[in-house]
């Protein structure tokens, strides 16, 4: 039998064990810590996962769609979409099949009209986003990104257009001039309230992950397989953002001067700031996105004035922007699948420069300046 004593004993030593774990949860990680107990103590569900684990395999991003095509057309006085579509399904499965057509594409797209625009046909849509994408020679991985997006956005209940914005000629590529051009242009023809400018070669791997806009500018693509599915950088607002027309508008558009790789993601999420906004973001688990394998394309060398220029975004970001992008439309396609616009961006020394000799610093070593942010040096390390 245990004495008073003892018993006293074994009180204290319960309580000192207490008092640990309490130092131990609370510290920095206390949020890691509980779910992993937590994780210890939920049993399994039926598929045999724990609903904390990383789902490591999604769904077919078609399922849930076959009933919609057999659904009635159009209507006058139809009700609004659910606040949450009943369709989506969370991760999804990406891999990139060889062989795919985009024929097969506009098969399983049934309801995705000329321009490929799209209408839930059961009930009005709650939002319009257009699609933006920057484009020149990657015609591959267009058709990938064009057979997840479609589907992906139906499930959304969305109404939305889908616009490639092709550079024409050779000269340096211009991710950002594009993106003004595809602005304005995709604004021309829709009231759209919501433009999610998207690399071609980013595929969403869940779709909880729902393209409509935030009240500040949403940087879509927060956990990229590239990146560990981590956020290489807290102001990273490369890959897929997400902008009203008003945060456009606001920020002065995107920078036109950034000829080549790098630097103008970056000075697009400092305008943000600079125009009183900040970043939003979806949490980790649902901003997943598996990038196409690829290495830096011909005719998009990274730009050896990217820091210089970054270093003066605070003063330039009024001055060049939406309000001075110059192009010219050479044409518009209204394809099955997307709007195709093929734009004349120039160069930086006008949209007809006359034919001049090679830029004098070709070849020469990037220009990297001291107050080059520690972190955007890592992220440009681990593209390389
Ligand atoms: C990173 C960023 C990207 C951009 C770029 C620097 C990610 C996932 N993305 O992409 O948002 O900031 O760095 O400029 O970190 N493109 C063409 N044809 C070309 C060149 C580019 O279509 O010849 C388009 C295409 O949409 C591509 C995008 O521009 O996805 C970005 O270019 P990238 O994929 O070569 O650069 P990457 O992956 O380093
Ligand atoms: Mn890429």
Redesign the pocket.
């Known amino acids: 039998m245990l004495s008073i004593q003892s018993k006293w004993r074994y009180l204290f030593m319960f309580l000192g064990i207490q008092l640990v774990v309490m130092a131990l949860l609370s510290r920095e990680g206390y949020q890691k810590r509980v779910t992993y107990f937590i994780r210890i103590f939920r049993k399994p569900d039926a598929t045999g996962r724990n609903h904390t684990t990383p789902v490591v395999v999604g769904g077919d991003v078609y399922a849930n769609l076959s009933q919609l095509s057999r659904a009635r057309g159009h209507e006058d006085g139809m009700a609004y979409c659910p606040r949450t579509s009943p369709l989506i399904g969370g991760p999804i499965h990406v891999s990139f099949p060889s062989g795919l057509t985009l024929r097969e594409v506009e098969k399983k797209n049934p309801l995705v009209v000329r321009g490929g625009r799209y209408r839930p046909p059961d009930c009005l849509a709650r939002h319009r986003t257009a699609i933006i994408?920057?484009?020149?020679?990657?015609e591959h991985?267009l058709k990938f990104l064009l057979y997840y997006l479609h589907p992906f956005l139906q499930r959304q209940q969305l109404h939305y257009g889908i616009y490639v914005i092709h550079q024409a000629g050779n000269y340096t590529?211009n991710?950002a001039k594009l993106m003004n051009v595809g602005f304005q242009e995709a604004m021309k023809e829709e009231d759209w309230d919501c433009l999610f400018f998207h690399?071609?070669?980013?595929i969403p791997e869940d779709d909880r992950n729902t393209y409509i806009c935030d009240g500040n500018p949403k940087h879509a693509?927060i956990a990229?397989d590239?990146f560990g599915y981590k956020l290489p950088y807290k102001m990273y607002f490369?890959?897929v953002s997400a902008l009203t027309p008003l945060h456009y508008l606001k920020m002065n558009g995107f920078p036109n001067n950034y000829w080549g790789?790098?630097?103008?993601?970056d000075d697009i999420g400092a305008r943000v700031s600079l125009a009183g906004m900040y970043i939003t973001r979806p949490s980790l688990k649902v901003g997943r996105y598996k990038?196409i394998k690829?290495v830096?394309?011909?005719?998009?060398d990274r730009n050896p004035k990217r820091f210089n220029m970054l270093a003066k975004t605070r003063q330039t970001w009024k001055l060049d922007g939406m309000n001075t992008a110059e192009f010219e439309i050479i044409s518009r396609q209204h394809l099955p699948l997307y709007t195709n616009i093929t734009v004349n961006i120039g160069t930086e020394a006008g949209l007809h420069p006359p034919p001049q000799p090679p830029p004098k610093d070709a070849g020469k070593p990037a220009n990297r300046q001291s107050n080059v942010p520690a972190e955007m040096a890592a992220k440009e390390k681990q593209?390389q």
């Open positions: 994408i920057p484009h020149r020679h990657r991985h590529f991710r690399d071609v070669d980013l693509a990229m590239k490369g890959g790789w790098g630097g103008e993601d990038m690829h830096l394309d011909k005719g998009n593209q």
